[in-house]
């Protein structure tokens, strides 16, 4: 690339300066995909919080309104989203207590990061499975 | 008030403006790291909870929902919950917002909801708690 910036062309109008990375181009680093993700099941989360308001009221209200209640949530779509939930739970919970150990200043350096990180992937989808396991044997 | 300008790098007009640090940012980071702490014992309690009551019939629920025990950790749940979420969307609208009047909005409109959610799931267990 050295050999080709000598050719094109220089002066006013022409931007050669350095481009920051585009996200869309720019491949995340695992740190930088750990961190927007808890962001993204952050936000995910509150919008859960809609079922678990939908849960309480409906059993406040009585059997009609808990029955469309349960319908949904035994519904494949219904599954699907407690799922979704289930997973977005444990990795906010567990990625916040690796934030709030880097927050009470320890495991800050890049190996622990990456360390706790793997630590928090495979909790998550072990906490998942394991709460879906145990959910069903209850079920059934 | 007077305000000594020689001991603030502040303009005039900046300070009349409302610009800069209100001071609340350290009690908002305070807040969202104990909310964070007390849901990690409330968050896995409350999912554990609920696996105990999958496919439960409305009775049964409504049993657990009215023992003392359940129903005082289910609103510490909730409270915690609703304030660490209203925290959580500020801090994801004050970052990608970057327009007044619509940061403000969305901030208003996003606290009103957040009220309403928390008075509504608050009363539910209340109300089946108190026997209604």
């Given at each position: 690339?050295?050999?080709?910036?000598?050719?094109?062309?220089?002066?006013?109008?022409?931007?050669?300066?350095?481009?920051?990375?585009?996200?869309?181009?720019?491949?995340?680093?695992?740190?930088?995909?750990?961190?927007?993700?808890?962001?993204?099941?952050?936000?995910?989360?509150?919008?859960?919080?809609?079922?678990?308001?939908?849960?309480?009221?409906?059993?406040?209200?009585?059997?009609?309104?808990?029955?469309?209640?349960?319908?949904?949530?035994?519904?494949?779509?219904?599954?699907?989203?407690?799922?979704?939930?289930?997973?977005?739970?444990?990795?906010?919970?567990?990625?916040?207590?690796?934030?709030?150990?880097?927050?009470?200043?320890?495991?800050?350096?890049?190996?622990?990061?990456?360390?706790?990180?793997?630590?928090?992937?495979?909790?998550?989808?072990?906490?998942?499975?394991?709460?879906?396991?145990?959910?069903?044997?209850?079920?059934? | 008030?007077?305000?000594?300008?020689?001991?603030?790098?502040?303009?005039?007009?900046?300070?009349?403006?409302?610009?800069?640090?209100?001071?609340?940012?350290?009690?908002a980071w305070w807040t969202m790291r104990l909310t964070s702490l007390a849901l990690v014992p409330l968050g896995a309690w409350?999912?554990?909870?609920?696996?105990?009551?999958?496919?439960?019939?409305?009775?049964?629920?409504?049993?657990?929902?009215?023992?003392?025990?359940?129903?005082?950790?289910?609103?510490?749940?909730?409270?915690?919950?609703?304030?660490?979420?209203?925290?959580?969307?500020?801090?994801?609208?004050?970052?990608?917002?970057?327009?007044?009047?619509?940061?403000?909005?969305?901030?208003?409109?996003?606290?009103?909801?957040?009220?309403?959610?928390?008075?509504?799931?608050?009363?539910?267990?209340?109300?089946?708690?108190?026997?209604?």
């Amino acid at each position: 690339m050295t050999g080709t910036s000598k050719v094109q062309p220089t002066g006013p109008g022409v931007d050669r300066r350095p481009l920051s990375p585009h996200l869309s181009i720019y491949r995340l680093p695992l740190l930088a995909l750990m961190s927007i993700s808890h962001r993204i099941t952050g936000a995910s989360l509150v919008a859960g919080q809609l079922l678990l308001v939908w849960w309480l009221v409906a059993a406040a209200t009585g059997a009609g309104a808990y029955d469309t209640f349960s319908g949904f949530v035994g519904s494949p779509i219904g599954l699907l989203v407690l799922f979704g939930w289930s997973a977005a739970f444990w990795y906010h919970l567990l990625n916040g207590v690796r934030h709030l150990m880097w927050d009470a200043g320890s495991g800050i350096d890049l190996q622990s990061a990456y360390s706790s990180a793997y630590g928090v992937i495979i909790a998550t989808a072990a906490m998942t499975v394991l709460s879906w396991v145990a959910g069903l044997v209850v079920w059934f | 008030m007077t305000v000594d300008n020689a001991r603030t790098l502040r303009t005039p007009l900046a300070r009349v403006r409302g610009l800069g640090s209100a001071h609340h940012g350290a009690g908002a980071w305070w807040t969202m790291r104990l909310t964070s702490l007390a849901l990690v014992p409330l968050g896995a309690w409350f999912v554990v909870s609920v696996i105990s009551l999958a496919g439960a019939p409305l009775s049964e629920v409504r049993a657990w929902l009215g023992s003392p025990i359940q129903a005082t950790l289910l609103l510490l749940t909730l409270a915690v919950t609703f304030h660490h979420s209203h925290h959580g969307v500020q801090e994801i609208v004050e970052d990608y917002i970057h327009v007044k009047g619509v940061k403000m909005a969305v901030l208003i409109a996003s606290g009103f909801v957040h009220v309403l959610l928390a008075a509504l799931s608050l009363f539910s267990v209340l109300k089946i708690a108190f026997g209604g």
